[in-house]
């Protein structure tokens, strides 16, 4: 079974995914943010990193599915290879950061991988206010986010929306911008709640 978590940056989706691999023995499956050798860079220069930075998250993700359609755990993975098309890099598109060619260059690599990916058995959506990001982007301290601006945070955030919106998969939002679930168990739990409802019909 694949669990995907999917939310803008700041979000709580590593949190998520821990916390959930924790509860239910799933395992978990990061996003290789750590040691990702463009992402200094990308923030640096957004036009000139873009299109190195996804096409290097692409291939990230296709290894992530490819992993969790061989595996017979059940894995939690904090964002998913859709997100990647269809916020980051819609987003960096329309911004003028990614040219036309380099755009069509990878929604081919992209269409070429769709027939081996199919959407997760449930996604869990953290919606998020770009207030309530902005302060869990300060507090985790990461400096090359520090300088992200308030435009490029709301440009993902309404095509986080436009996707969710026409997400066909199996799908639960939670509203997370008066929720702690890192430090208050109630929180957790009404997640886990929600989700025991939507995976094994228990309430």
């Known amino acids: 079974m694949h669990i995907g978590i999917a939310g803008n940056i700041g979000s709580g989706k590593t949190t998520l995914t821990t916390l959930l691999a924790g509860h239910y023995g799933w395992t ?10 463009y992402l200094a860079d990308y923030y640096k220069d957004i036009p000139r990193w873009s299109f190195n930075l996804e096409v290097y998250f692409l291939a990230q993700r296709f290894q992530d599915v490819l992993e969790i359609a061989r595996s017979e755990d059940v894995i939690v993975q904090d964002r998913t290879i859709f997100e990647g098309v269809y916020i980051f890099v819609a987003n960096n598109r329309a911004m003028g950061n990614l040219s036309d060619r380099d755009y069509a260059t990878y929604m081919q690599l992209f269409n070429m991988m769709m027939s081996l990916v199919k959407e997760p058995d449930l996604l869990v959506y953290l919606r998020s206010s770009i207030p309530h990001l902005v302060s869990q982007i300060q507090k985790r301290g990461r400096d090359y986010e520090q300088g992200m601006s308030l435009d490029y945070l709301k440009g993902l955030n309404d095509r986080y929306e436009e996707w969710i919106s026409g997400y066909k998969g199996r799908l639960l939002i939670i509203d997370t911008d008066n929720l702690d679930f890192r430090d208050r168990p109630e929180d957790f739990a009404s997640i886990t709640d929600k989700i025991d409802a939507e995976l094994y019909g228990l309430f």
């Open 28 to 37: 978990p499956k990061f996003e290789a943010v750590g040691y990702n050798p």
